[in-house]
């Protein structure tokens, strides 16, 4: 499984930002869950959002009310829409995919900065 994150950029704080996580390979079109994750500089990689195969969703409560995980089986990706943004949402943020054999497999990730 390959995952290609995208989506990353500059924004002020209160702006909006969406990334794109495309999942492509053989294991890619049935999965357990995907994610997103994030690490800000200087903290460790903590879970963001997370979506399960049949469509269930969790968020850290730093992100509730706030960011929305989906999925587009069609496109085979995964996306999160985050709005309201704050300077403490910054950070790399990786998505995953937990296959149904339980290997995770990881993006190469995208930067989100926001600005005060």
């Known amino acids: 499984v390959q995952l290609q994150a995208s989506g990353g950029g500059l924004v002020q704080a209160g702006g909006s930002l969406r990334l794109s996580c495309a999942a492509s390979?053989?294991?890619?079109?049935?999965?357990?869950?995907m994610a997103w994750y994030r690490q800000a500089p200087g903290k460790e990689r903590e879970l963001v959002a997370s979506?399960?195969?049949?469509?269930?969703?969790v968020y850290a409560d730093s992100v509730k009310g706030r960011f929305t995980i989906s999925r587009d089986n069609a496109k085979n990706t995964m996306y999160l829409q985050m709005n309201s943004l704050k300077p403490e949402d910054t950070g790399v943020y990786y998505c995953?995919?937990?296959?149904?054999?339980?290997?995770?497999?990881w993006g190469q990730g995208t930067l989100v900065t926001v600005s005060s």
């Open positions: 995953t995919l937990r296959s149904y054999a339980s290997d995770d497999y």
């Open positions: 390979g053989r294991r890619a079109y049935s999965f357990a869950r």
């Open positions: 979506i399960g195969g049949g469509g269930s969703t």
